[in-house]
């Protein structure tokens, strides 16, 4: 009974060689086409070297489930539960933190705040989130 | 959900590793449903029964509370 999804290229996932694709080419335009934008779109670039690295560790070398639920490469249908626990959970963060700016937004007419300076921290409360999840649910399951 | 996986991978003789293999899933999954952490699904619930030549009913234990 195999419950592995059809594999991409090098054995990883298609949905990572998308996203380490998507994450190429995000950073290819915002290093050519940003005025000051080359160390992000490098950082970007390196980012997707990174994250097929990773996968490509988790379906071949590693025995750890959490690795491989993190890498969004599922073994069987306990880890795919586990991913969506996680994933659950970063939704939830996701639409309290959007209710909670929108709120700041009203109550505080003249805030400036600019979409760089919260941007960056969404992503990593929301990346925090999710490894925390990750790994309270492949604990209690 | 309690089950008598592991008395029966031990009857047998087989590590977690090697039951995961023959019935597709990995050793922490296994490890799991030993100690009654996850709940199977139908399909592998089935895969379990058929490996053991056993109903789902003889390995699972799906009236415990």
Known sequence: MSTHPKRGPLGVSWLNVVFAAALLIA???VAVL????LAFGLVLCALAVI???????????SDNDLARINALE????RERQVARAGLAAVGAV?????????VVGFV????RVPLEAIAPWSVLVLYGTWGIANWVAAKRM | MESRVKELRQDAGLSQEALGRAVG????????????????SLRLAVA???HFRLSVEEIFDVDAP
């Open chain 1, 51 to 61: 994250q097929f690295g990773a996968a490509w560790w988790a379906v071949h070398r």
């Open chain 1, 74 to 77: 599922y073994a069987d249908e």
């Open chain 1, 34 to 37: 940003s005025a000051r934008g």
């Open chain 2, 25 to 40: 899933v990995s050793r922490q999954t296994i490890n799991s449903l030993e100690k009654g952490r996850y709940d199977p």
């Open chain 2, 48 to 50: 379990l029964a058929r």
């Open chain 1, 27 to 29: 950073g290819v335009l």
């Open chain 1, 94 to 102: 996701a639409l309290i933190g959007s209710l909670a700016l929108v």
């Open chain 1, 108 to 111: 505080l007419d003249d805030a």
